[in-house]
């Protein structure tokens, strides 16, 4: 009887900005990994090395798989050069290699471009013969088709599993890379697919990864509200959260349905609380709602008993210094329960990266090295209405208003009051502790904290 070969996934966690995962709840499972492990035969012993879960050390393999993030990438590389120098064969996919495939070329020996599920059958047999094609360029993949993720692939000690129900998205916003990689149709996984799949994990909670999950139309909608009622009707028992944009709020119905089946928070792409914001950035939705909207859409999610994760860019081209504090004030004084606050970050593949570029404003360019600053914290852009410094000084002191204890326990308290929903206020103070830590606890000259050491100041 031949021996089988061994496949070994890696999954890299740039060498910055480490101590975002500190709180359990900021890790997540590579969820590509447990789709390409089901897809892949028999004859092939399969291995997952998860950074988030300890550093890297040397394990053999006959074909060691990479995907990466812009931030993480070079770590992703680093890895790699460890194997090539031992002649064993390496490939590397995902949204960054897809967007830079002759950069990821010069650092392994195979780039899977684009969507992997209908090539991966394809690359393992060329690695069989010893025959890697340098590389592979792989189709939308059919959602009908997807085998149910393999999560015993996944370290133990993960607390909220991952699922994906859709992908793509029409809007194409300027600084995204969601069109580029996953395309602009929206396509849906089978709703008893999902259902299966949902009741497979071995978590409790979970993350469903859809970039928008409800989508942008009435068909999309319903898809959304199908799985809602099969995880009611099927009683799953199973806390989550996602993200949407802001027609999360549209139909009722989505709200209700989310709220029963589960759902404690809607991560919502606010980005801007100014029009020429949401202009600068393409964001149309967002523009087509109006910004005087918001309040009403808060208002809703808070009714279901859902707490809300804001996303902001501060940054944006049309950003004076001022608008900076505004948005911090805007955050502050507006009821979001936690947010997510992104320095503007040009990534591969995204129209703001191709501006950005072309008008010699990225300063950060020490390239592969300087792709691990690409984490939306630190300042890689010559902004153009300030200097960079400028834009780092006003974002430390803005990180400082938003992350002290003072303003995140209080946030927990309004949370709590606005959606009368204790668990659903504990995940947004959690969230808010991962973002604190991902800012640097240095800023507060304090340690870093979990959420139990939080709530019981208020014992």
Not at 178 to 188: D, E, I, L, Q
């Amino acid at each position: 009887m031949s021996r089988k070969k061994k496949l070994l996934f890696i999954n890299p966690v740039s060498r910055l900005h480490r101590d975002f995962l500190k709180t359990q709840t900021a890790k997540y499972p590579p969820l590509a990994f447990a789709i390409l492990a089901a897809l892949t035969p028999d004859n092939w012993e399969v291995e997952l090395l998860d950074e988030n879960f300890g550093d890297f050390s040397f394990r053999p393999a006959d074909l060691v798989g990479f995907t990466a993030f812009t931030s993480s990438v070079y770590r992703a590389y680093e890895i790699a050069a460890i194997y090539r120098e031992k002649g064993i064969p390496t490939i590397l996919g995902g949204i960054h290699a897809s967007m830079l495939p002759r950069e990821a070329g010069e650092h392994v020996d195979s780039v899977l471009i684009g969507e992997a599920e209908n090539i991966w059958k394809s690359v393992l047999k060329d690695a069989e013969k010893g025959k890697l094609k340098k590389y592979y360029h792989g189709s939308q993949a059919n959602l009908d088709r997807l085998p149910k993720a393999r999560f015993d692939l996944f370290h133990p000690d993960y607390v909220i599993g991952s699922i994906q129900t859709t992908r793509g998205c029409p809007f194409n916003c300027d600084f995204c890379t969601v069109t580029p990689f996953n395309g602009s149709k929206y396509r849906m996984r089978p709703v008893e697919d999902v259902l299966d799949e949902i009741e497979s994990l071995p978590q409790d909670k979970f993350y469903i990864i859809d970039d928008n999950l409800i989508g942008y139309s009435k068909q999309s909608a319903e898809h959304a509200k199908a799985i809602f009622r099969g995880m009611i009707e099927r009683k799953i028992n199973k806390k989550w959260w996602s993200q949407s944009s802001m027609n999360f709020a549209d139909d009722e119905e989505v709200i209700r349905l989310a709220a029963d089946s589960g759902c404690q928070i809607i991560f919502l792409g606010i980005e801007s609380e100014q029009e020429e914001g949401l202009e600068s950035t393409n964001k149309k939705l967002n523009s087509r709602m109006g910004v005087d909207k918001y309040a009403e859409v808060f208002r809703r999610v808070h009714q279901a008993g859902i707490s809300i994760i804001g996303s902001f860019i501060f940054g944006l081209d049309s950003d004076s210094e001022e608008d900076l504090r505004a948005r911090k004030d805007y955050i502050l004084n507006n009821d979001i329960d936690s947010y997510q606050t992104s320095i503007l970050t040009p990534l591969p593949g995204s129209k703001t990266y191709k501006t950005f570029e072309r008008e010699g404003r990225l300063t950060r360019t020490n390239y592969p090295f300087d792709w691990q600053y690409y984490t939306m914290q630190d300042v890689v852009i010559q902004p153009n209405k300030m200097s960079s410094e400028t834009l780092e000084t006003v974002m430390k002191e803005n990180f400082k208003a938003l992350f002290n204890k003072k303003t995140i326990l209080r946030k927990f308290m309004k949370g709590l009051r606005l959606t009368k929903n204790a668990e659903s206020a504990a995940w947004a103070l959690s969230t808010n502790i991962s973002y604190r830590n991902l800012t640097g606890a240095e800023l507060f000259d304090e340690q870093y904290f979990t959420v139990e050491d939080l709530i019981g100041k208020l014992r």
